[in-house]
């Protein structure tokens, strides 16, 4: 999650929301009282008489009640409208605000934010991974690094090839791709947490550098892309369309991916530093044992009992800096998880043997 603070106080913090875990650290941040700012739709009759109609337009609630829906990627915050277009004689209303991944709020706190609260805030910033884009056609190619933060520009040229018919285009043309290629692969070394090249640009010239660079950058996936030109231009295309931000989401996947496999590996090796389960992390959770937990969003989609133990265990483990990451159902790790309870979690230390029992 991208988030800065929006005043000298610091009181009013802007934040870019950007998976699902952000959403559920939103879910847990925010509390009643808090006034929150958002472009939304609201169901408004402009005469009377008149059928209403969706509105688009930007209100402010003070927040009464939420309600977390990682089915479909949603936060829904319900509360009293305070700020809103005149026009509609809104103010004092109830409305309800849903966020999704992508989208951006603004968070009011009279009292100001906690250094707990500020904390969680940048961890969840402090996400590492970026993307290489490389946007190129015959007559220019640009070269930048995106992440969550945004998207920085490197190198920029024209590639300046001869025509058609010249003998020399396809040397001239063969010495840019091995240029590039050399740039590229510089920038991966500089960066240090590449996780994905994506290549765009119209015409076939993209696949000839894929090619190339597929050779060369082993372990790092190559993504082709198709843009309607080259150069700066071309990466800006190419980050509006969301792709760097996929190939970033699909690491995090593949990383709880990994961090399954070690947790069901350690549960062969040492059982006792693996919890399963409701019953077992609640357990853990209790003693402050939990240091990292994946948890399946089906868990926390049904208002029952469940979802209260669930919320209950991620709570204390928020309380203790432990790390937590909501599991898409629909994720081959979701699709493991669910077959353990929907919930595991590598503990710090086992449990002594009362609360294991």
């Known amino acids: 999650m991208l988030f800065e603070f929006?005043?000298?106080?610091?009181?009013?913090?802007r934040a870019k929301i950007e998976s699902s875990d952000d959403l559920w650290i939103l879910y847990t941040l925010l509390k009643e009282g808090d006034q929150v700012t958002a472009r939304t739709l609201r169901d408004v009759k402009q005469g009377e008489?008149?059928?209403?109609?969706?509105?688009?337009?930007?209100?402010?609630?003070?927040l009464k009640h939420m309600e977390f829906q990682p089915f479909t990627n949603k936060l829904r915050m319900r509360g009293i409208v305070i700020e809103g277009p005149d026009t509609f004689?809104?103010?004092?209303?109830?409305?309800?605000?849903?966020?999704?991944v992508g989208d951006e709020i603004l968070i009011y706190r009279e009292e100001g934010w906690s250094s707990k609260d500020i904390r969680r805030l940048e961890e969840s910033a402090m996400k590492l991974g970026s993307v290489i884009i490389v946007a190129l056609d015959y007559d220019e190619v640009a070269i930048g690094v995106y992440r969550r933060q945004g998207l920085k520009k490197g190198q920029e040229r024209d590639l300046?090839?001869?025509g058609k018919g010249d003998e020399r285009r396809e040397i001239e043309l063969?010495?840019?791709?091995?240029?590039?290629?050399?740039?590229?692969?510089?920038?991966?070394?500089?960066?240090g947490d590449v996780v994905g090249v994506i290549v765009a640009g119209p015409g076939f010239l993209k696949e000839k550098l894929a090619?190339?660079?597929?050779?060369?950058?082993?372990?790092v996936p190559v993504v082709l892309e198709n843009a309607s030109m080259g150069g700066y231009a071309g990466l800006r295309e190419v980050v509006s369309r969301g792709k760097p931000a996929e190939v970033l989401r699909s690491q995090e996947l593949a990383e709880i991916d990994?961090?399954?496999?070690?947790?069901?590996k350690l549960l062969s090796e040492n059982p006792g530093l693996v919890a399963i389960g409701i019953e077992e992390c609640e357990k853990a959770s209790i003693v402050g044992s939990i240091e990292t937990s994946l948890v399946l969003d089906e868990l926390l989609s049904i208002q029952d009992n469940n979802r209260t133990k669930v919320e209950s265990i991620l709570e204390k483990i928020n309380s203790y800096g432990g790390k937590i990451h909501i599991v898409p159902s629909s994720s081959p790790a979701g699709e493991r998880l669910s077959s353990l309870g929907g919930i595991i979690c590598l503990l710090r230390f086992p449990l002594a043997q009362e609360y294991s029992e």
């Open 49 to 62: 008489g008149e059928k209403g109609k969706r509105v688009p337009m930007i209100l402010t609630i003070e």
């Open 211 to 219: 090619t190339e660079l597929s050779s060369i950058l082993k372990g």
């Open 89 to 100: 004689g809104l103010l004092g209303s109830h409305h309800t605000i849903s966020v999704g």
């Open 258 to 264: 990994a961090i399954l496999e070690r947790m069901l």
């Open 6 to 13: 929006s005043d000298p106080k610091k009181k009013i913090i």
């Open 160 to 162: 300046r090839l001869p």
């Open 174 to 191: 063969n010495e840019a791709i091995k240029d590039i290629v050399k740039n590229v692969v510089a920038l991966l070394e500089k960066e």
